[in-house]
């Protein structure tokens, strides 16, 4: 009987709510949401140097940035993000771009009031001054007021220097265990038919004669 019970349950669910609905219930479910912060009062931050508009707040033991109208937290190799610093966290399903320009060791740095051997004179910007300007500041570009991010003669890194940075940080970020461990998670949660697709090794490509090469290969040898 019950038995009997549960399976007319599970039919009127599928009758009644849509597939794709259901999928994304069970999705919600199965990822938690990060534990809440303590905040004795609204938390200052600081602006985080060679980023366009990236603030920290260096109070807490957590990495709690500000980026693009939102607050981001990265919690068991998942990322957050919300409206709000303290509250309303929602399962992000990326990496947010702006991350891998920010330098892990920012905290030394900070501690030190030193940025790679430059004076940095950091300011820390109240809560509600920080909400009242920031946009402000994300359209001039003067982040916290500051085009030089506070660093006293620090020359700005060049584009191709950055983007190694980039690609080191995320490696590193990569080889994090709880990183893995959602990555995995991540690719078991995809449609079988995606699955094999990625698993299947790529046809190779049948090779031309070796008579005169086309017109795009002769140009691309030149």
Known sequence: MKKLLFGTILLMLAIVVPIPT????????????????????????????????????????????????????????????????????????????????????????????????????YERIPYQRFQQNWRNWQTKKSWGGQKTWGVQGYPPRTPAHTQVLRQQ?????????????????????????????QQQPQRQQPQRSQGTPHGGEAEHRK
Do not use: C
């Not at 938690?32 to 200052?44: N, Y």
């Not at 920290?56 to 607050?71: G, K, Q, T």
């Not at 990265?74 to 399962?91: H, Q, V």
């Not at 995320?170 to 998670?185: A, G, L």
């Open 22 to 121: 259901m999928a994304q219930i069970n999705i919600n479910v199965e990822i938690p949401l990060p534990p809440p912060i303590e905040f004795a009062a609204p938390p200052e931050v600081i602006v985080m140097p060679e980023t366009d508009g990236v603030y920290v707040a260096p109070d807490i033991d957590v990495d709690l940035f500000f980026w693009n109208a939102f607050w981001w937290r990265l919690w068991e190799g998942r990322w957050y993000r919300s409206a709000y610093y303290d509250r309303d966290w929602a399962y992000y399903n990326s990496v947010p771009s702006f991350y891998f320009n920010v330098d892990p060791h920012w905290r030394g740095y900070y501690q030190n009031h030193n940025w790679y051997g430059h004076q940095w004179n």
């Open 169 to 197: 940080r995320q490696q590193q970020y990569q080889q994090r265990p709880e990183v893995q461990k959602h990555m995995e998670y991540q690719r078991q949660q995809r449609p079988p038919q995606v699955q094999q697709r």
